[in-house]
Each structure stands twice: as structure tokens, then as C-alpha cells.
């Protein structure tokens, strides 16, 4: 990979943008050496350009990119840091099948970057911004049999924006990354890109000047996929099989179709709300034809930056009590209990394991800590490694996913009762979501808290960790409350 370093800034500067101008030279200079790079490889190279801005808010860019017709949009946000993406077209993608996606997604990422050339303008940058980055996800089980509620969404999907704002909280940036060959017009294309930003700009400004107010929430009619009294079945059947010793825990996930009678759901107007509700949450969205795949996750997976990657071992796992009295003395004895410590060092142990070979040291935090979810506490350790040079955080993702907290414990059993008993094709739910930057960095979260949406249909899907005294009718009232992050969202009523 070429990386161009500009130190002064070019006279050329056509237009403002945010308020900053869009450099056409720089460009023009970054796209002129991919031609180069093209010709010597005999075939075309990546051409990322980086421009700072002044910060903007992101779901006014994201509305005016979907204005643009410039192609498939996506968003994440994770509103409490100020820290977003949202990028539209593609100037390639990665798609995978089969369980070593993540592996072949890593590998094509390198071989896309080999030969490319980065530019960058001269300014302050976020520090999350280092070029060309890809955003997409992944399948919860590639194993399972694939259904026409997911058609579009791959196993793996990795998609590398024709245009990406970069938001940060002072400042941002706007990347454009295009496929080069050796015979490409770049004056033609360097017109083309600077024609689509100073629409995107018009378009921006025109969002802020004049923002839509959210529309009043209204009655949606609601469907299971399974009655409710098939689903708690299902999680009796589950509960008999943790008490026969067939795994220690399941997660168990259902859904909900929401349709609105009249009109068809914004996705903008999603995105706000669950921005609003929760800022601390990761925010996404993702199109793929008609369809967008749109979530409030608070859940992440893995992150990786300057050179660490930090996760966590989870597993071992009791009720919450119904008073804070029960509830700590619950946690106190799962936190003594040697059954349980022996497991969690299980998980501890693979994890430490499958990083090993990724890093070049790992550190393990030297005591288990409660993680309190809703209906279920968790042991929980932090873990901590410094990433080999020529590793990335997907082949992570390779061994991390799915964990307990969505699949179940010990993996395999729990995945095979899920394929066998939920009746459901889950497709991203539950499964990795997020972002890898050029250096193999990156943020991926668990989509849960999330639906896909399609015209005026939302299908919305919530999931409960099933453990021994797991009781059927409770777990399903838990599964309805979970279900509301995303009615709210949908501009439902409650």
C-alpha cells in the first residue's frame, strides 16, 4: 500500500464543504498513482482519498446519501462517543460463505490492499479515521439453512464505500475509495467524484437547514412467526435439556412482524429514535436492495486499535434475585462456586488460547466479574492482547463468535439445539457487526435489539439466555420487553 502525505494544502479548492473545500488536485494526484500502481499489477488497484471536514451531524448525512442515488447506504453510531460512519455505493465488496468467513474476508481485505495508494488532504483527522475502511456483518450460524427473509444478506459481508463520512466529536472526514485501472480517464472520474460531493454538500445543507420533525407514533399490527405457546415449548424443552446435562445454557430467540397500515417505515426516523433512547448503544443500519437490517446494540464483541484488542470470557451463569439483597447473594455464590469457575476457566482458557495465536502477548484479568444482565448475571473476565503485525480483528471474530451470551454454553451443543428446536433463521441476528480499517483495527458488535425492515413490514427479533430454572411463561414476558426497544423505535405505540 502506497500512502500519499500531503503537507501543503493544494491553491485549487472549488467549493466549500462543511465548511471546508474538497481538494480536486489531491485527488487527482492520489487516483494518477493508482493508474501507475494499476499498470505495473495488470489489474485495478484501490484509490482512497481522505478530506477532513468540520463535524456535522450524522444522520443528516446519512438522509442526504440516500438522496444521492449513489447506491446502498449503512450507518453506525455510537451516539455517547460521537463516533460515526455512514457511507453509500460500493467501489467493491467482500462476500463469504460457510463457517470460515471471517478468514476469507481477512485474506481478501490484504489482497485488496495490496498496491493500493491512500491519500490524504492536510488537516485534523478523528483519531478512528486512517483511510479506506469496510463496514458490514455476519451470519449468527452459516450452518443454517438459509430462508427468502434474509435473500441479500451473505454469510459475510464486507462493502468498501464509494463515499464515507467519518464523524467524530471535532472534527470529521469524508472518504472516497474507487476500483483504478491503468486506462481509467482520472480527469473524467476525479469530475464525477467532485460532482457527487458537491451534491452531497447541497444536499447536507439542505437537511440542516430545514430538519424533518419525527412523525407521531402509531398502532402497529403485530404477529408471532411462532404462537406464544409454541415458543415457551420450546423453552421447556430447552430447560429438560440443561437438567438432563445436554449443556448448561441456551439462547432461545423469537419473532415479531410489525406492520404499519398505512405508509411505509423510515429509516431515518428508526435511526433518530434509537439514537435518542439509547446513546450508549451502537446504532445501525445496513441496506441491501429494498431491505435495511437495522438495530440499538449494547453489546460489543471485540475492538481493536493501536495494536491491542480487547474482549472478554463469559460464562458461567445464575438468576438475578428478586430483591438487591438476593440478587448480591446470588452473585456472591456464583462468584464462589467451584462448578461454575471451573467452566468459566474453560472459556477463559479457549479464549487465551484462540488469541495466542493472533498476538504477541495476552493479558487475562486475574479475578472473574459479575456482568448483571436483565434475567442473568454472568461471570465475565477482561482480556487484553497486543495484535501480531499482518492480523486483523475478523480473524478474532473467527474464534470469538458466537459467545454465550447469544449462542450458549458449551458452543456446539448449545448451536445444535438452536438449529434443531428454534425454528427460526436468525441470518444477522445476533451475529458480528461493525467495521476493520486498513491496519486490520476495528469495532464489531452483536446485533441484537434489532429488525429488518422491508416497505411496511418490520420483523423484530429478541432472544433469552435459557438456563436450568428457566420458567417458560417468564422468559417470554422477557422476550416482549426486548421487543419494545425496537416498537419504540419503529414509531410504534406502546
Same mark, same amino acid.
Given at each position: 500500500?502506497?500512502?500519499?502525505?500531503?503537507?501543503?494544502?493544494?491553491?485549487?479548492?472549488?467549493?466549500?464543504?462543511?465548511?471546508?473545500?474538497?481538494?480536486?488536485?489531491?485527488?487527482?494526484? $492520489?487516483?494518477?498513482?493508482?493508474?501507475?500502481?494499476?499498470?505495473?499489477? /495488470?489489474?485495478?488497484?484501490?484509490?482512497? =482519498?481522505?478530506?477532513?471536514? &468540520?463535524?456535522?451531524?450524522?444522520?443528516?448525512? #446519512?438522509?442526504?446519501?440516500?438522496?444521492?442515488?449513489? /447506491?446502498?447506504?449503512?450507518?453506525?453510531?455510537?451516539?455517547?462517543?460521537?463516533?460515526?460512519?455512514?457511507?453509500?455505493?460500493?467501489?467493491?465488496?467482500?462476500?463469504?460463505?460457510?463457517?470460515? +468467513?471471517?478468514?476469507?474476508?481477512?485474506?481478501?481485505?490484504?489482497?485488496?490492499?495490496?498496491?493500493?495508494?491512500?491519500? =490524504?488532504?492536510?488537516?485534523?483527522?478523528?483519531?478512528?479515521?486512517?483511510?479506506?475502511?469496510?463496514?458490514?456483518? *455476519?451470519? *449468527?450460524?452459516?450452518?443454517?439453512?438459509? $430462508?427468502?427473509?434474509?435473500?441479500? #444478506?451473505?454469510? /459475510?459481508?464486507?462493502?468498501?464505500?464509494?463515499?464515507?463520512?467519518?464523524?467524530?466529536?471535532?472534527?470529521?472526514?469524508?472518504?472516497?475509495?474507487?476500483?483504478?485501472?491503468?486506462?481509467?480517464?482520472?480527469?473524467?472520474?476525479?469530475?464525477?467524484?467532485?460532482?457527487?460531493?458537491?451534491?452531497?454538500?447541497?444536499?447536507?445543507?439542505?437537511?440542516?437547514?430545514?430538519?424533518?420533525?419525527?412523525?407521531?407514533?402509531?398502532?402497529?399490527? !403485530?404477529?408471532?412467526?411462532?404462537?406464544?405457546?409454541?415458543?415457551?415449548?420450546?423453552? &421447556?424443552?430447552?430447560?429438560?435439556?440443561?437438567?438432563?446435562?445436554?449443556?448448561?445454557?441456551?439462547?432461545?430467540?423469537?419473532?415479531?412482524?410489525?406492520?404499519?397500515?398505512?405508509?411505509? *417505515?423510515?429509516?431515518?426516523?428508526?435511526?433518530?429514535?434509537?439514537?435518542? +433512547?439509547?446513546? @450508549? &448503544?451502537?446504532?445501525?443500519?445496513?441496506?441491501? /436492495?429494498?431491505?435495511? *437490517?437495522?438495530?440499538?446494540?449494547?453489546?460489543?464483541?471485540?475492538?481493536?486499535?493501536?495494536?491491542?484488542?480487547?474482549?472478554?470470557?463469559?460464562?458461567?451463569?445464575?438468576?438475578?434475585?428478586?430483591?438487591?439483597?438476593?440478587?448480591?447473594?446470588?452473585?456472591?455464590?456464583?462468584?464462589?462456586?467451584?462448578?461454575?469457575?471451573?467452566?468459566? &476457566?474453560?472459556?477463559?482458557?479457549?479464549?487465551?488460547?484462540?488469541?495466542?495465536?493472533?498476538?504477541?502477548?495476552?493479558?487475562? +484479568?486475574?479475578?472473574?466479574?459479575? !456482568?448483571?444482565?436483565?434475567?442473568?448475571?454472568?461471570?465475565?473476565?477482561?482480556?487484553?492482547?497486543?495484535?501480531?503485525?499482518?492480523?486483523?480483528?475478523?480473524?478474532?471474530?473467527?474464534? !470469538?463468535?458466537?459467545?454465550?451470551?447469544?449462542?450458549?454454553?458449551?458452543?456446539?451443543?448449545?448451536?445444535?439445539?438452536?438449529?434443531?428446536?428454534?425454528?427460526?433463521?436468525?441470518?444477522?441476528?445476533?451475529?458480528?457487526?461493525?467495521?476493520?480499517?486498513?491496519?486490520?483495527?476495528?469495532?464489531?458488535?452483536?446485533?441484537?435489539? +434489532?429488525?429488518?425492515?422491508?416497505?411496511?413490514?418490520?420483523?423484530?427479533?429478541?432472544?433469552?439466555?435459557?438456563? @436450568?430454572?428457566?420458567?417458560?411463561?417468564?422468559?417470554?414476558?422477557?422476550?416482549?420487553?426486548?421487543?419494545?426497544?425496537?416498537?419504540?423505535?419503529?414509531?410504534?405505540?406502546?
Amino acid at each position: 500500500m502506497d500512502i500519499v502525505l500531503v503537507d501543503n494544502a493544494s491553491a485549487n479548492a472549488p467549493f466549500s464543504l462543511w465548511p471546508l473545500y474538497f481538494d480536486r488536485a489531491l485527488l487527482l494526484a $492520489t487516483v494518477h498513482r493508482a493508474t501507475t500502481r494499476a499498470a505495473l499489477a /495488470g489489474h485495478a488497484v484501490l484509490a482512497s =482519498f481522505t478530506q477532513p471536514l &468540520a463535524p456535522c451531524d450524522s444522520l443528516a448525512v #446519512f438522509n442526504a446519501l440516500g438522496q444521492q442515488g449513489l /447506491g446502498e447506504c449503512f450507518f453506525w453510531e455510537k451516539p455517547e462517543e460521537r463516533r460515526a460512519f455512514v457511507g453509500t455505493g460500493a467501489a467493491t465488496t467482500i462476500a463469504t460463505t460457510g463457517t470460515n +468467513s471471517f478468514r476469507s474476508a481477512a485474506q481478501s481485505w490484504r489482497a485488496l490492499q495490496s498496491g493500493s495508494v491512500v491519500g =490524504f488532504a492536510p488537516g485534523k483527522l478523528p483519531s478512528h479515521v486512517t483511510g479506506p475502511i469496510l463496514f458490514g456483518g *455476519f451470519a *449468527f450460524d452459516p450452518l443454517h439453512p438459509h $430462508t427468502p427473509l434474509w435473500k441479500n #444478506f451473505p454469510d /459475510g459481508l464486507l462493502v468498501l464505500p464509494y463515499l464515507l463520512f467519518s464523524g467524530g466529536e471535532k472534527n470529521a472526514a469524508i472518504t472516497v475509495n474507487l476500483m483504478v485501472n491503468s486506462l481509467d480517464d482520472i480527469e473524467q472520474r476525479a469530475d464525477q467524484i467532485v460532482a457527487d460531493v458537491t451534491r452531497l454538500h447541497a444536499a447536507v445543507e439542505q437537511q440542516l437547514a430545514h430538519p424533518r420533525p419525527l412523525s407521531q407514533p402509531v398502532r402497529l399490527a !403485530l404477529r408471532n412467526l411462532l404462537p406464544a405457546e409454541t415458543w415457551q415449548g420450546l423453552v &421447556a424443552n430447552a430447560v429438560e435439556h440443561i437438567r438432563q446435562g445436554v449443556f448448561e445454557k441456551v439462547v432461545l430467540a423469537r419473532v415479531v412482524q410489525a406492520t404499519r397500515e398505512e405508509g411505509t *417505515f423510515a429509516i431515518d426516523e428508526m435511526l433518530q429514535r434509537l439514537r435518542q +433512547s439509547y446513546p @450508549a &448503544a451502537y446504532v445501525f443500519a445496513i441496506q441491501r /436492495g429494498g431491505r435495511y *437490517f437495522v438495530g440499538a446494540t449494547p453489546e460489543r464483541l471485540v475492538f481493536a486499535q493501536d495494536g491491542q484488542i480487547r474482549t472478554m470470557a463469559l460464562a458461567g451463569s445464575a438468576p438475578r434475585g428478586a430483591t438487591e439483597e438476593e440478587d448480591q447473594q446470588l452473585g456472591q455464590e456464583l462468584l464462589a462456586s467451584e462448578k461454575n469457575q471451573h467452566e468459566h &476457566a474453560i472459556v477463559v482458557g479457549m479464549v487465551r488460547d484462540a488469541l495466542a495465536d493472533l498476538c504477541s502477548n495476552v493479558e487475562v +484479568s486475574e479475578h472473574a466479574q459479575l !456482568l448483571k444482565l436483565s434475567n442473568i448475571q454472568h461471570l465475565q473476565t477482561p482480556i487484553v492482547g497486543e495484535l501480531l503485525p499482518g492480523h486483523s480483528i475478523l480473524e478474532a471474530l473467527q474464534y !470469538l463468535h458466537p459467545t454465550p451470551a447469544v449462542g450458549g454454553f458449551p458452543r456446539e451443543a448449545a448451536l445444535a439445539e438452536i438449529r434443531e428446536h428454534e425454528q427460526l433463521d436468525r441470518g444477522w441476528y445476533a451475529g458480528p457487526i461493525g467495521w476493520i480499517d486498513k491496519n486490520g483495527h476495528g469495532e464489531f458488535a452483536v446485533a441484537l435489539r +434489532s429488525a429488518l425492515i422491508e416497505g411496511n413490514t418490520a420483523t423484530l427479533f429478541a432472544g433469552c439466555g435459557i438456563v @436450568a430454572d428457566s420458567r417458560p411463561a417468564s422468559e417470554y414476558a422477557e422476550s416482549c420487553l426486548k421487543l419494545k426497544v425496537m416498537l419504540r423505535g419503529s414509531g410504534g405505540l406502546d
